[in-house]
C-alpha cells in the first residue's frame, strides 16, 4: 500500500455537464469544501478537488478532451457515499438547497443512519453515520 502522508488513498470522480453548478450545489447544499478549481482559458472546469471530513472528490467538465474524458464520455451516474456526524442537519441543508432526496433520514439495521440525494447530473450521493474500520 502506498504511503499517502494521511491523505486519502481513493478519491472518486465525476464528470459534469456543467462543473461550475456541480461545484455550487456540492458546496453550498452538501457541504463539500472548495480545495482547488482549475480552469482553462476559456473557462471550462479542467480539474476540481472539493472535500468532505478526510475525503475528498475530484471533478471536471465533460468534453473536455483527454483520455478520461473519452473513457467517462458514456459514463452514466455514479454513487458516492460520504460520512457525516449529524446526517438530519446534513439533509436539512440539502432541502433547503432543493437538492433532490430520494430517500429521507433513516435508522439502518446495521447501526447506521443516512439518507440519499440525487445532483444536479443524476449522480446519486449517500450520506451517513457508517463509517468501517479500515484495517492496514
Given at each position: 500500500m502506498a504511503d499517502t502522508?494521511?491523505?486519502?488513498?481513493?478519491y472518486p470522480t465525476l464528470l459534469y455537464a456543467d462543473a461550475r453548478?456541480?461545484?455550487?450545489?456540492?458546496?453550498?447544499?452538501?457541504?463539500?469544501?472548495?480545495?482547488?478549481?482549475?480552469?482553462?482559458?476559456?473557462?471550462?472546469?479542467?480539474?476540481?478537488?472539493?472535500?468532505?471530513?478526510?475525503?475528498a472528490v475530484m471533478l471536471g467538465s465533460k468534453g473536455r478532451g483527454g483520455v478520461f474524458a473519452e473513457v467517462m464520455g458514456g459514463g452514466g451516474p455514479a454513487g458516492v457515499y460520504v460520512v457525516v456526524d449529524d446526517v438530519d442537519a446534513h439533509h436539512r441543508r440539502a432541502v433547503e438547497h432543493g437538492v433532490e432526496i430520494l430517500a429521507p433520514p433513516t435508522d439502518q439495521d446495521y447501526g447506521a443512519r443516512d439518507y440519499l440525494a440525487r445532483d444536479a447530473e443524476g449522480n446519486v450521493w449517500s450520506f451517513g453515520t457508517y463509517a468501517p474500520a479500515l484495517s492496514s
Open positions: 502522508g494521511g491523505r486519502p488513498s481513493v453548478a456541480a461545484i455550487a450545489q456540492l458546496t453550498r447544499a452538501l457541504g463539500f469544501t472548495e480545495l482547488a478549481v482549475y480552469e482553462s482559458e476559456d473557462g471550462t472546469v479542467l480539474h476540481a478537488e472539493l472535500a468532505q471530513g478526510n475525503g
